[in-house]
């Protein structure tokens, strides 16, 4: 067993554990909810599948993705570079998201916050994921020009690291029982 999989283990058995710990703590008096009576037993079914759509694994799945579409695209970046298409592509990209990036931080954008500045706004919230899924876009619309099919670029990352997503899920599944318990 590799450590990948040691530490997939190792979270899986915290995962287990965690509504007998939060029993038996309950019962010896530290204040901290029970998973496993009436209350926390209705919060795990209500809540268990809000693991999948958590910014953990959203996060992975990102990277996973980025990982794959820049290994079957732009490496090597010695011979990307001095590939023109790979600059005609760029060209289009950076005014591309600089339009959107200017467009929103106009005065009046509905991606401002509230008072009208970046502080808080939906645009900082989901910059992040905004320039991970346009990047993913670009290297997409360029291996696509070198023949590459999308699926392959898409999924290189995942199946390179098929422990990742359900390491995610598990670990963000601990999480939520950790801050139920704390609550």
């Not at 592509?89 to 339009?99: G, I, K």
């Not at 991970?132 to 995942?158: A, D, Q």
Request: hydrophobic residues 50%.
């Amino acid at each position: 067993m590799n450590n990948k999989e040691r530490a997939f283990v190792i979270a899986l058995i915290v995962a287990a554990l965690l509504p007998f710990v939060s029993w038996v703590l309950s019962a010896l008096g530290v204040p901290c909810r029970s998973i496993l009576d009436d209350e926390g037993l209705r919060w795990l079914f209500r809540h268990t599948s809000d693991c999948l759509h958590s910014r953990l694994v959203m996060f992975a799945l990102c990277c996973l993705m980025m990982q794959g579409v820049i290994k079957k695209t732009l490496l090597p970046l010695g011979k990307t570079f001095r590939d023109p298409c790979f600059w005609r592509y760029t060209a289009v990209y950076a005014v591309v998201f600089l339009t959107i990036i200017f467009a929103a931080i106009a005065p009046d954008s509905p991606l401002l916050s509230i008072t009208g500045g970046l502080a808080g706004s939906p645009l900082l919230d989901g910059l992040l994921f905004l320039g991970w899924f346009s990047f993913i876009v670009f290297c997409l619309c360029y291996g696509h020009s070198k023949r590459e099919p999308w699926w392959e670029m898409l999924t290189h990352g995942i199946r390179s690291h098929s422990l990742a997503i359900p390491f995610a899920i598990v670990v963000s599944f601990c999480w939520q029982c950790i801050q139920y318990m704390s609550l």
